[in-house]
Antibody, heavy 120, light 107 residues
Framework: EVELLESGGEYVPPGGSLRLSCAAS????????MNWVRQAPGKGLEWVSA???????YYADSVKGRFTISRDNSKNTLHLQLNSLRSEDTAVYYC??????????????WGQGTLVTVSS | DIQMTQSPSSLSASVGDRVTITCRAS??????LNWYQQKPGRAPNFLIY???RLQSGVPSRFSASGSGTDFTLTISSLQPEDSATYYC?????????FGQGTKVEIK
């Protein structure tokens, strides 16, 4: 059974930094692209970033240059480094697994999410 | 970036009703379109991929169609557990864009 468990969300002031992690199990982690998707309070879903199994990275324009996605295939773990945080980054951040090996853009399993609150 | 527009934003229907949600893309995305269901306080649930392919485990009352710019999600006989917000999402990117969501309520 696929399981994704996010951690690292907390309260941080504007301009601050944070590192989110997602521990994966139940599938061959290195075979699948992984994603971060966020949801601001009471709002819709926003794709943030993706990393292919081989390490190619992709970002939404809203976070490019501020966020860095990475993966450790030896530890089945996905990370998102959040720098220069703004109030508009406040959201629940979900880790999401790609549906198909070699695919991009379809999220078939999601974690429970971790809340990042950016406020002074 | 591609813009995704869903309609309606919300609807209320009775158990057993047929419900249809529409999603329009700002450019031709072929069949690169997914649908998700999200209940309050929960992570999204993956329903449909490639515009019309039902994800394993999703009830057969859910179906979807479309290509190019216009897509629909249909619930053939609405059940109480279908009360949720539904999102379309294009996979033509990255970046990947979601629609704004359609909230389905049970009368």
């Amino acid at each position: 059974e696929v399981e994704l468990l996010e951690s690292g969300g907390e309260y941080v002031p504007p301009g601050g930094s944070l590192r989110l992690s997602c521990a994966a199990s139940g599938f061959t982690f290195s075979d699948y692209a992984m994603n971060w998707v966020r949801q601001a309070p009471g709002k819709g879903l926003e794709w943030v970033s993706a990393v292919s199994g081989g390490g190619t990275t992709y970002y939404a324009d809203s976070v490019k240059g501020r966020f860095t996605i990475s993966r450790d295939n030896s530890k089945n773990t996905l990370h998102l480094q959040l720098n220069s945080l703004r109030s508009e980054d406040t959201a629940v951040y979900y880790c999401a697994k790609e549906r198909a090996v070699g695919g991009l853009g379809s999220f078939d399993h999601w974690g429970q999410g971790t809340l990042v609150t950016v406020s002074s | 970036d591609i813009q995704m527009t869903q309609s309606p934003s919300s609807l209320s229907a009775s158990v057993g009703d047929r419900v249809t949600i529409t999603c329009r893309a700002s450019q031709d995305i072929n069949v690169w379109l997914n649908w998700y269901q999200q209940k309050p306080g929960r992570a999204p649930n993956f329903l449909i991929y490639a515009a019309s392919r039902l994800q394993s485990g999703v009830p057969s009352r859910f179906s979807a169609s479309g290509s190019g710019t216009d897509f629909t999600l249909t619930i053939s006989s609405l059940q109480p557990e279908d009360s949720a917000t539904y999102y379309c999402q294009e996979t033509y990117g990255p970046p990947y864009t979601f629609g704004q969501g359609t909230k389905v309520e049970i009368k």
